[in-house]
């Protein structure tokens, strides 16, 4: 069923423009970088250690589970790189996710961390499930911290 998601995201509602939004959102949200960059504009240190420790988290579950990033075959490549060839969970999901929640838990925030988070199954380098873990290892690490 993952697989199958994956495959209907990674070849519906594809346009050019849509595509260059993904890839830009993608690269603003690497490492956390967009959340960091509003933690540290708005002065807000709480979420800023969030976003920290959403990435932390992140990384450690990464090299427990180890899984590798979807492969779709030639027909159907990654539409960008990524900083790793392990896929579970989303980083962009789970730091947006925590940041989302650190930052005010308002509608607009959750709007824009999920619209991060489908960027991922969208270009074709992450499960929907990573991204459904990420975001949930997100909002755990926001309200644990």
């Known amino acids: 069923m993952d697989r199958?998601?994956?495959?209907?995201?990674?070849?519906?509602?594809?346009?050019?423009?849509?595509?260059?939004?993904?890839?830009?959102?993608?690269r603003v949200g690497e490492n956390g970088a967009i959340?960091?960059?509003?933690?540290?504009?708005?002065?807000?240190?709480?979420?800023?250690?969030?976003?920290?420790?959403?990435?932390?988290?992140n990384t450690a579950v990464?090299?427990?589970?180890?899984r590798p990033r979807p492969d779709l075959g030639a027909e159907l490549p990654p539409l960008a790189s990524t900083l790793s060839s392990l896929s579970y969970p989303s980083a962009h999901a789970a730091t947006s996710f925590a940041a989302a929640g650190a930052l005010g838990a308002s509608a607009p925030l959750y709007?824009?961390?999920?619209?991060?988070?489908?960027t991922r199954p969208y270009l074709g380098v992450h499960y929907p499930s990573d991204v459904v873990a990420g975001a949930l290892l997100g909002v755990a690490v926001e309200r644990l911290t």
Do not use: P, Y
């Open 4 to 26: 199958a998601l994956l495959r209907l995201l990674r070849t519906r509602g594809h346009t050019a423009s849509l595509d260059q939004t993904a890839r830009l959102l993608a």
């Open 35 to 57: 959340w960091l960059a509003l933690s540290l504009a708005t002065r807000n240190r709480r979420a800023f250690r969030v976003v920290v420790a959403a990435l932390i988290a």
């Open 62 to 66: 990464k090299q427990v589970v180890r």
């Open 111 to 118: 709007a824009a961390a999920g619209a991060m988070a489908l």
